[in-house]
């Protein structure tokens, strides 16, 4: 059963507008997450994370924020932009073990000019 | 970027056959993975290293084993390839405690 999951396979937004990309999470060890966005034929690149510390992170068009009570994170990209169109995995990782990280299914991000 | 090697890029096996996919990372990472990527389930976890000689099992770990007897390298072997096991793998590296990790670019591995 996975314990990281994308609900919303794919998302469509309008450039300049913003992209909400959102991840519910199961077990209440995590407390480290992590958003890697994707393109075709190329490794993840990690893009931004959040501790469970924090509820906000922020850099520069991407913010990440983290609701620990409804164990839900999300990713907010303002504006977007056509080079964001990608696949975006949320990912985290535990108290238990902090190196071993847990991806979701991930979201398809297309951008239209 | 981490520099990090994965080879081969491509491989079409036959069933039954073994197979050895190879990592080789230039920075000294601590941490090694290997993870599949399958549509609809995203990327799982198949074994990680977190030193020489040392290492663990992930979610989908059936199938396949690992070796790492230098810190630069981290093989992964399908003992027996299945077509369940037709997917695209990646290799990771993490430096240190709680850090993100860096990916390869990927296998494409094709079993008929």
């Known amino acids: 059963d996975q314990q990281v999951k994308q609900n919303s396979p794919s998302l469509s937004v309008q450039e300049g507008r913003i992209s909400i990309l959102n991840c519910d999470y199961t077990n209440s060890m995590f407390d480290y997450f992590l958003w890697y966005k994707k393109y075709p034929a190329e490794g993840p690149t990690f893009l931004i994370s959040?501790?469970?510390?924090?509820d906000k992170n922020e850099d520069g068009r991407f913010t990440v924020f983290l609701n620990k009570s409804a164990k839900h994170l999300s990713l907010h990209i303002v504006p977007s932009q056509p080079g964001d169109s990608a696949v975006y995995f949320c990912?985290?990782?535990?108290?238990?073990?902090?190196?071993?990280?847990?991806f979701g299914s991930g979201t398809k991000l297309n951008v239209k000019p | 970027d981490a520099g990090i090697t994965q080879s081969p890029r491509h491989k079409v096996t036959e069933t039954g056959t073994p197979v050895t996919l190879r990592c080789h990372q230039t920075?000294?990472?601590?941490?090694m993975y290997w993870y599949r990527q399958d549509p609809g389930h995203g990327l799982r976890l198949i074994h990680y290293?977190?030193?020489?000689?040392?290492?663990d099992k992930g979610e989908v770990s059936d199938g396949y084993s690992v070796s790492r007897s230098k810190t630069e390298d981290f093989l992964l072997t399908l003992e027996s390839a299945t077509s369940s096991q037709t997917s695209v793998y990646f290799c990771?590296?993490?430096?240190?405690?709680?850090?993100?990790?860096?990916f390869g670019q990927g296998t494409r591995l094709t079993v008929v």
């Open positions: 290293s977190y030193g020489v000689k040392d290492t």
């Open positions: 920075e000294n990472h601590r941490y």
């Open positions: 959040i501790s469970s510390i924090k």
């Open positions: 990912a985290a990782s535990g108290k238990d073990n902090f190196n071993k990280f847990y």
């Open positions: 990771a590296t993490g430096q240190d405690f709680i850090t993100e990790a860096f």
